[in-house]
């Protein structure tokens, strides 16, 4: 299932790649895609929300809310 992460406190492009590289360290995970200037973290997996906010906040972003991915542009 496809997800996107709203994040806050993703200021740059190496905040981007620490919080991809971490969610992709997950198993279930099989990939994930972070946009900085959007805030914003796209995940493909089967993981519960809470397995995903508890990685991204452990990577030191505060997570604003998960929801369903609909849709081509999320």
Not at 21 to 41: C, E, H, Q, W, Y
């Amino acid at each position: 299932m496809k997800r996107v992460i709203e994040v806050e406190g993703m200021c740059c492009e190496r905040c981007a790649e620490r919080a991809e590289k971490k969610l992709r360290l997950l198993d279930g995970v099989s990939g994930a895609k972070a946009n900085f200037k959007k805030g914003v973290i796209f995940v493909e997996t089967e993981l519960p929300d809470e397995a995903l906010a508890a990685c991204v906040t452990e990577a030191g972003f505060a997570v604003k809310c998960i929801r369903e991915r609909k849709g081509l542009f999320g």
